[in-house]
């Protein structure tokens, strides 16, 4: 059961990962007595792209895809968001519908907030303001550099370093698969190719001996030789 003191947004360690963290006591206070926290089970929508959102969403616990569909109809994902995130902020600030949808990649739980309390102190706490700023700098510079990888890297590199990025930031099982397991098209979605590539890809990394697969699991067995290849060497 859930220890209702850590529920409070001031006793909650997350917001030390976000934007949050630059708000007084009071103010964490206001936010915890109008927050909602909901569940959301894997695969479901958390918002759609289009939405106009009334709130944003700080994830507590889980996994979520942020993607956006293109003109021909293929879902890119562009960040795989994680605990501590807050999903929805640019869209309120800016009140303009959302860009992005976010879709849960496992059972998840988010701390809904009216949007109200954010409109409020970003007039009124000029500390929470600036973190927000950087906060958004930080996904523009993301951004930059995947546009970057789409036009620089080719298909096998992006996946390499997708793999690489899923290790270093998920960790990994008992067995040393990747504790992040994403579908195929998944991965493709990720690195903006077709699913066949991507399975083609990995299949002649596993013929290299640089991963193991299991089903949808992926064991990296020599990251040495991946991360060569990202640096195209």
Not at 107 to 121: F, G, R
Request: glycine residues 6%.
């Amino acid at each position: 059961m859930e220890d209702h003191s850590e529920s409070k947004c001031e006793n909650c360690i997350i917001r030390q990962l976000n934007s949050l963290k630059a708000l007084n006591k009071e103010e964490l206070k206001s936010i915890s007595n109008s927050k909602v926290t909901r569940s959301v089970k894997k695969g479901e929508s958390i918002f759609a792209e289009g939405e106009k959102l009334k709130g944003v969403f700080c994830v507590r616990n889980g996994v979520s895809k942020l993607s956006k569909m293109s003109d021909n109809g293929k879902d890119q994902i562009v960040k795989i968001a994680t605990k501590g995130e807050v999903l929805g902020q640019r869209s309120v600030i800016t009140q303009q519908k959302t860009n992005l949808s976010a879709i849960a990649l496992s059972d998840m739980e988010v701390c809904y907030i009216p949007k109200n309390h954010l409109s409020d102190y970003i007039s009124n706490n000029v500390e929470f303001t600036k973190a927000i700023l950087l906060q958004i700098a930080d996904e523009l510079k993301f951004a930059d550099n995947i546009i970057v990888n789409m036009a620089q890297k080719n298909v096998k590199q992006r996946i390499a370093e997708t793999l690489i990025y899923l290790e270093n930031n998920f960790g990994v099982d008992r067995e040393g698969f990747i504790t992040m397991t994403l579908t195929r098209e998944d991965i493709a979605n990720i690195v903006g190719t077709a699913k066949e590539a991507c399975i083609r890809t990995l299949t002649a990394f596993k013929k290299e001996d640089w991963i193991v697969t299991e089903g949808k699991r992926i064991k990296i067995a020599n990251k040495k030789a991946l991360n060569r290849l990202v640096e195209g060497l």
